[in-house]
Every structure is written in structure tokens, then in C-alpha cells.
């Protein structure tokens, strides 16, 4: 009950917190809305009085038009955009958004330009009563110009918010996705490993107690590095190496003469960082699909060094592998192997299985310096 209440109110202390964030990022847009409008209106109307000043003197009822001009520009285009929101026309396509903007805009166009206009009256705004259609028209014009653009700029400011936002969504399912099938990988090999090596000590225990203490010590050190993987996604190679040794050590007490291996790395290799039990697996199942089938044995060799800024892992066992078997089985975890490569890695890194000759297998597997 107590840890029921507990996290009941880490929930609830959470959901205020994500609520005041909300509240928070709300009331920065609104003044960033507030600003902007302000602003834009402002900055029409300055540069629109700037350039009549340079042809005439700008008389009072002029100023005050133009000022009133921009209260109106600013209450509309709210409207406008309240109007925008209700309908949700940010999220029509493009198509569909063009018509309605254009004929919005010259009908907004003309709601503001009818109270511009009487103010103008009222305020005592000489106009020519021979141009006065022509006068009406431009204003009208004039004002559409102006609520275009800013259409153009709002939808523009929504178009980038939602393709940010599409981008993130995006990237937070690819990661989820990424981190989801890399944690199914490790849980179909880990159960994999541990049993064949618990076969190997179990066949040990009644014939040759003393290296089957050896062994459980072994298995004690392959259990750690197992718990130790679903913690780290890479690991310096030497570790895989060393497991690789111990894992090998086991089988060739169940295998005794039947098994031989040999494992060479240069220094710079083993720092590099690789991904846990990768390795392991394709020695595992070279023993497997190889050596295990032949009745006189065989040999398996890790070999790794550094070349051309990747890292080079060859591992060969005696055997041969029907080529068109294992396009069509999944049994041999090759699959997995280059699935998790090219989570990891993406087409920097590579493995390639193919017979070397009538006797040997050869897997060949290439991972970039720098690692993920």
C-alpha cells in the first residue's frame, strides 16, 4: 500500500510538473505571438509614413489613420488566425491550403479596410472623389498584399514547428525501435550461450571433478560478463576475447582432442570497442555447424588486427556450409549478427561467411574505428 501511494504520487507530482511546463511554453508563445504582431503592424506602418515623408508632409489625421491602421491590422489578423486554428488549416495540404489563404486574405483585406476607411472620414482625411474607386481598390489591395504575407509567415513558422516536431517523433521511434531489437538480439543469444555451456560442464561433473570446478569458475566468469552486457552496448575486444577463451576452454573439455583453437590479436585491436558476444557467437558457431559435425574434430582460429581504419576479425574452423542453406536458416545467427551491425553501424561495418576452401570456414567480420 505504502509503495502504491508512493508512486501514485510520483505520478501525480510529475503530471503538475509537466503541466506547469506546459502552462510555462504556453504563455512563451503567447507573448512571442503578442511581439511579433505588435511589431510586424508597427514596422508597416512606420516604413508606409517614411516613404509618403519623403514626397509630402505627412499631416496629423494621416498619422493617426495609419496608426489606427495597425490596431486594426493587429485585431484582425487574430481573428484570422483564431479562425485558422478552429478550422485547422495548418495541417491541410498545401493544395488545399493555397484557395483558402488567397480568398481569406482579400476578404480579411476588405474587413479592415472598411473601418480604415470610416475612421478616415471621420477623421478628416481629404480624398479625391474622382479617384476615389481607384483609391478604394489599391487600399483593399494594398491591405490583402499585407495579410498574404502574413500568411505566408505564420503558416511558414507552423510548417517548421511541425516538421521539427515530425523530426523528433521521428528520431525518438527510430531510437526506441533501435534500442528494442538490440535488447531482443542479446536475449536470443544470452539463453543460447549459457546453455551450451552448462551442457559442457554437466557432461564434466561425474568424470573429472576437479576440471569441473574449473569449468563452473569459467561459467562464473561468462555469467558476469552476460549481466554485464545488458548494461554496456560496447566492449573493449580483449574482454570478448578473453570470454571467447573461456568459452572455448569449456567446450574443449567436452570436445578434449577433438577441439584445438588459437587466438592472436595485435594490442591496437584489442582496444577497440565492439559489441558484446558478437564475436563469441560466430566462434560458437563455428564449433556448432563445423567442428561438432566432424567426427575427427577440427580447429578454430580468432585472428584480429587493424587495417585501414577498421577493425578485422577473421574466425575460421574446419567444416564446409551449404551456401543456399544458410540464405535459408536461422539457425547459424549470422542473420543476427548482420542485423546488429547494421543497427550499430549502418553500412560501415560488414560480415561475410563463405567457405575459404573444401576444409575451412571463414567468417570475416569488419567494424569501423570510433565505433557507434
Do not use: C
Not at 517523433?169 to 555451456?197: C, G
Request: hydrophobic share 45%; net charge positive.
Amino acid at each position: 500500500m505504502i509503495s502504491v501511494r508512493l508512486n501514485t504520487k510520483l505520478h501525480f507530482s510529475n503530471d503538475k510538473l509537466e503541466t506547469k511546463s506546459d502552462i510555462i511554453d504556453s504563455l512563451k508563445r503567447k507573448n512571442l505571438y503578442w511581439i511579433s504582431q505588435a511589431s510586424g503592424w508597427s514596422l508597416f506602418v512606420i516604413v508606409n509614413l517614411l516613404i509618403i515623408s519623403s514626397f509630402e508632409t505627412v499631416p496629423l489625421n494621416r498619422v493617426v489613420l495609419w496608426i489606427l491602421l495597425a490596431f486594426y491590422g493587429v485585431g484582425f489578423s487574430h481573428l484570422y488566425r483564431i479562425y485558422i486554428k478552429k478550422h485547422n488549416w495548418t495541417n491541410l495540404p498545401l493544395k488545399k491550403i493555397i484557395p483558402r489563404v488567397l480568398i481569406a486574405s482579400f476578404v480579411v483585406g476588405i474587413i479592415i479596410y472598411i473601418p480604415v476607411y470610416l475612421s478616415g472620414y471621420l477623421l478628416g482625411v481629404e480624398r479625391e472623389s474622382q479617384h476615389l474607386t481607384a483609391s478604394i481598390i489599391a487600399g483593399v489591395l494594398n491591405i490583402t498584399s499585407v495579410i498574404l504575407i502574413w500568411s505566408l509567415i505564420y503558416f511558414a513558422i507552423h510548417f517548421f514547428e511541425n516538421s521539427k516536431k515530425a523530426e523528433i517523433e521521428s528520431l525518438i521511434f527510430e531510437s526506441a525501435v533501435k534500442d528494442f531489437e538490440l535488447k531482443t538480439l542479446k536475449a536470443q543469444l544470452n539463453p543460447h550461450f549459457m546453455f551450451n555451456a552448462m551442457n559442457s560442464i554437466r557432461a564434466l561433473i561425474e568424470e573429472d571433478p576437479q576440471n569441473a570446478k574449473d569449468a563452473i569458475t569459467k561459467l562464473s566468469n561468462l555469467m558476469r560478463y552476460t549481466l554485464k552486457i545488458e548494461r554496456t552496448e560496447t566492449v573493449p575486444l580483449l574482454e570478448e576475447l578473453r570470454t571467447i577463451q573461456d568459452y572455448l576452454d569449456l567446450e574443449k573439455i567436452r570436445f578434449e582432442e577433438r577441439l584445438n583453437y588459437q587466438i592472436h590479436s595485435t594490442h591496437e585491436a584489442e582496444k577497440v570497442e565492439v559489441p558484446p558476444m558478437m564475436v563469441q557467437t560466430l566462434v560458437e558457431n563455428g564449433i556448432k555447424h563445423g567442428i561438432s559435425k566432424i567426427t575427427q574434430g577440427g580447429e578454430v582460429s580468432v585472428n584480429a588486427k587493424v587495417i585501414d581504419s577498421s577493425l578485422l576479425i577473421e574466425i575460421r574452423n574446419t567444416g564446409k556450409f551449404d551456401e543456399e542453406a544458410l540464405k535459408n536458416s536461422h539457425g547459424f545467427g549470422v542473420s543476427n549478427t548482420k542485423h546488429r551491425l547494421a543497427l550499430l553501424y549502418g553500412e560501415n561495418a560488414s560480415l561475410i561467411l563463405k567457405n575459404e576452401n573444401n576444409n575451412t570456414v571463414l567468417a570475416k567480420l569488419k567494424i569501423p574505428l570510433g565505433g557507434l
